[in-house]
């Protein structure tokens, strides 16, 4: 087995039974897709894997070590780039802007490329399942989330664009989730989270 093939296996096993929480289809669907996602930037096969594995130790309780031993050090250091600090002494809702303004810092002083395809994968795969939720649900698609503010979820994916543009701007994938944003947020500056 190839090391895409090892991480498809390791990633199934470790998000069994567990479900995508606004659609409840099988999470490992989501890593499926950031991994096809990441085939249409590069053939790198680790950078695959990675996107394969990215929430199995943020998510999953797998150990860092576990994921470094089983896939190397360079798949290790693009999950971890990905993972955040759950903050598990607090609540989601009260650490979500910690952990994300935290996570933006590494996007943004990361020289890998791997790790910039890998972060538009899984966002672009968000926004996927985000436009198909508030095409059934509107503005109570955010009552789901910790954040339940759309104009900071905008800020959150619009920072990531920004921050991808320079790298990334050219690929179909990034015009494509440039474009979910518009589509769910509005352009800048208009409302947000209105049907």
């Given at each position: 087995m190839n090391v895409l093939?090892?991480?498809?296996?390791?990633?199934?096993?470790?998000?069994?039974?567990?479900?995508?929480?606004?659609?409840?289809?099988?999470?490992?669907?989501h890593p499926a897709e950031v991994a096809s996602i990441i085939a249409t930037m590069t053939d790198d096969l680790e950078i695959m894997a990675a996107g394969m594995l990215h929430d199995?130790?943020?998510?999953?309780?797998?150990?860092?070590?576990?994921?470094?031993?089983?896939?190397?050090?360079?798949?290790?250091?693009?999950?971890?780039?990905?993972?955040?600090?759950?903050?598990?002494?607090?609540?989601?809702?009260?650490?979500?802007m910690t952990r994300k303004e935290d996570s933006l810092v590494v996007l943004r002083v990361t020289k890998d490329l791997?790790?910039?395809?890998m972060w538009l994968a899984?966002?672009?795969?968000?926004?996927?399942?985000?436009?198909?939720?508030?095409?059934?649900?509107?503005?109570?698609m955010w009552q789901a989330l910790h954040q339940k503010d759309p104009a900071m979820h905008r800020w959150y994916y619009q920072s990531i664009a920004d921050i991808l543009k320079p790298d990334l701007g050219q690929t179909e994938a990034f015009h494509e989730y440039q474009e979910l944003i518009y589509k769910i947020f509005g352009e800048e500056g208009d409302s947000v989270g209105t049907d």
């Amino acid at each position: 087995m190839n090391v895409l093939e090892e991480a498809i296996e390791f990633a199934t096993k470790a998000h069994a039974g567990q479900v995508r929480k606004m659609s409840g289809i099988p999470y490992i669907l989501h890593p499926a897709e950031v991994a096809s996602i990441i085939a249409t930037m590069t053939d790198d096969l680790e950078i695959m894997a990675a996107g394969m594995l990215h929430d199995t130790v943020e998510d999953c309780g797998i150990s860092p070590d576990e994921i470094r031993s089983k896939f190397g050090p360079r798949v290790y250091a693009l999950v971890m780039a990905e993972t955040e600090d759950k903050m598990v002494a607090l609540s989601p809702e009260d650490t979500w802007m910690t952990r994300k303004e935290d996570s933006l810092v590494v996007l943004r002083v990361t020289k890998d490329l791997g790790v910039k395809i890998m972060w538009l994968a899984d966002k672009l795969s968000n926004m996927r399942s985000f436009y198909l939720e508030y095409a059934k649900s509107g503005d109570a698609m955010w009552q789901a989330l910790h954040q339940k503010d759309p104009a900071m979820h905008r800020w959150y994916y619009q920072s990531i664009a920004d921050i991808l543009k320079p790298d990334l701007g050219q690929t179909e994938a990034f015009h494509e989730y440039q474009e979910l944003i518009y589509k769910i947020f509005g352009e800048e500056g208009d409302s947000v989270g209105t049907d």
